[in-house]
């Protein structure tokens, strides 16, 4: 995401990642990190909300879980946490470093 550092807010590590406010070209790099972020601080159920539309960005999210071989599981959210426009992830702990 360069170029964008006058406009760059600090994003929370909450847990919920809505990737309403970001470009799609950056939406991919912007998954990976945020998941990284959540790990290292112990957050392992995240929220991803993309949105319903065309499904161009859940494809996106999706295949960058797929990739991850720290991703537990992942699926659409239930209606109430959004439906099929959020994906839930579920994250495996960081191994403690000595």
Do not use: N
């Amino acid at each position: 995401m360069e170029g964008d550092d006058e406009s760059a807010q600090p994003l929370p590590i909450d847990g919920v990642l809505d990737l309403h406010a970001f470009r799609p070209e950056d939406v991919a790099e912007l998954v990976q990190d945020y998941l990284d972020e959540c790990q290292r601080a112990g957050i392992l159920e995240v929220r991803i909300i993309h949105g319903k539309g065309k499904g161009t960005l859940r494809r996106t999210v999706h295949a960058g879980l797929e990739r991850r071989t720290d991703v537990v599981a992942f699926g659409l959210a239930p209606a109430e946490r959004g439906g099929w426009g959020a994906t839930l992830v579920t994250l495996r702990a960081r191994p403690s470093e000595p």
